[in-house]
Nanobody, 114 residues
Framework: VQLQASGGGSVQAGGSLRLSCVVS????????MAWYRQTPGNKREWVAG???????NYAEVVKGRFTISRDNAKSTVYLQMKNLKTEDTAVYYC?????????WGQGTLVTVSS
């Protein structure tokens, strides 16, 4: 199983980025997918999730700014991030599954400067 996250980078506050996570080795369409993020010294926090049928939910701190989506044909989950804030700076991880088993990608760094 492999989850390959990409799309991170450096952006100024107010800017946008789109993260992608390509999944292989599992049946993508049956899995709950989610994005998490982590900053040094802190626990990994859940950012957004999407069910296999496309139902989305978001952490309050990103609601209205981030949009999660999925393309089952491409086995890819996306995180569109708009109006980025400096506090959004973190390593972002994608996850497949909502319990045992679950799989994690390697993370992609997002840096938002003021």
């Amino acid at each position: 199983v492999q989850l390959q996250a990409s799309g991170g980078g450096s952006v100024q506050a107010g800017g946008s980025l789109r993260l992608s996570c390509v999944v292989s080795g599992i049946t993508f369409g049956v899995n709950y997918m989610a994005w998490y993020r982590q900053t040094p010294g802190n626990k990994r926090e859940w950012v957004a999730g999407i069910t296999r049928t496309g139902s989305e939910n978001y952490a309050e701190v990103v609601k209205g700014r981030f949009t999660i989506s999925r393309d089952n044909a491409k086995s890819t989950v996306y995180l569109q991030m708009k109006n980025l804030k400096t506090e959004d700076t973190a390593v972002y991880y994608c996850k497949a599954g909502s319990g045992a088993p679950e799989y994690w990608g390697q993370g992609t760094l997002v840096t938002v400067s003021s």
